[in-house]
């Protein structure tokens, strides 16, 4: 059985929100409909299907094809994915150098940060409510971003917030 108080638990969460996907969306009136994860989406329309990567979405806006709303939609998305790397670097740095006075704090406000940044690009592209002309969508995932940055933030199952990595190193020494 894995504890929640175990120095990995957090850094295992965060690597979830690699996985799970963030984003269900469709296009217009049903032109097309797809799931969207950090690194990139499957889309299926009448022309067929397509996996599009992360950096094929940057291609498109480089290329011109991808303009306005969309591109800023994308820059907005590329900017959540940024700050959920660099929250996943400082925890896997902490869990390595095993920190023990490491305050989960910054990379928790990241992660929650990183949220926000998914919900503005789906509202950038959808609007205020998440639908309209473009379409719809439903942020299936940002709420468990915010779940898991909020809980690393206070440091996890601990009573009294980040102390709980300072009582798990302890007791790694002990043993």
Same mark, same amino acid.
């Given at each position: 059985m894995f504890p929640l108080k175990d120095r990995r638990f957090p850094l295992l969460l965060t690597l979830l929100l690699f996985v799970i996907p963030l984003n269900i969306f469709v296009i217009g009136e049903w032109l097309a409909s797809g799931v969207q994860w950090a690194f990139f989406k499957y889309q299926t329309f009448s022309m067929g299907d397509s996996l599009i990567t992360f950096s094929r979405d940057l291609e498109f806006i480089s290329m011109g094809l991808y303009t306005g709303k969309t591109a800023f939609s994308v820059y907005l998305w590329t900017a959540g994915v940024a700050v959920l790397i660099l929250a996943l670097l400082l925890l896997m740095a902490a869990f390595a150098e095993e920190e023990k006075d490491?305050?989960?704090?910054?990379?928790?406000?990241?992660?929650? @940060?990183?949220?926000? &940044? /998914? #919900?503005?690009?789906?509202? @950038?592209?959808?609007? &205020? /409510? #998440?639908?309209?002309?473009?379409?719809?969508?439903?942020?299936?995932?940002?709420?468990?971003?915010?779940?898991?940055?909020?809980?690393?933030?206070?440091?996890g199952c601990g009573e009294i917030g980040h102390e709980v990595y300072k009582v798990d190193i302890q007791e790694e020494k002990m043993e």
């Open positions: 490491h305050d989960p704090r910054f990379p928790g406000l990241l992660l929650a @940060s990183g949220g926000f &940044f /998914f #919900l503005a690009s789906c509202m @950038s592209q959808y609007g &205020f /409510f #998440l639908n309209g002309p473009a379409g719809f969508t439903i942020p299936i995932g940002v709420p468990l971003v915010w779940v898991v940055g909020w809980w690393v933030y206070r440091g």
